[in-house]
């Protein structure tokens, strides 16, 4: 039974890890967006959308909630 319980633990702490990962791909994808945002925005003959892009991903409150509480495994 031992031997079960380790493997348990093991496998309950693996999903935790991740689920953390998990949410930490978020801020990546932000920073990304955010990144291609600029770059649109610095072009030589930028689109009205490149001019004017739409923040609600970047500006998105929950996961600039997750950036702020910066969770680490």
Do not use: C, W
């Not at 039974?1 to 932000?30: A, Q």
Request: aromatic fraction near 8%; charge should be positive; charged fraction near 30%.
């Amino acid at each position: 039974m031992p031997k079960g319980e380790r493997e348990l633990m093991r496998s309950i702490d693996k999903t935790y890890e991740l689920y953390i990962y998990l949410l930490l791909v978020f801020e990546e994808l932000v920073r990304v967006a955010s990144n291609r945002i600029d770059i649109g925005k610095e072009k030589h003959f930028p689109t009205p959308e490149e001019l004017k892009p739409n923040l609600r991903f970047v500006n998105n409150r929950v996961i600039t909630q997750l950036t702020i509480i910066k969770i680490t495994p």
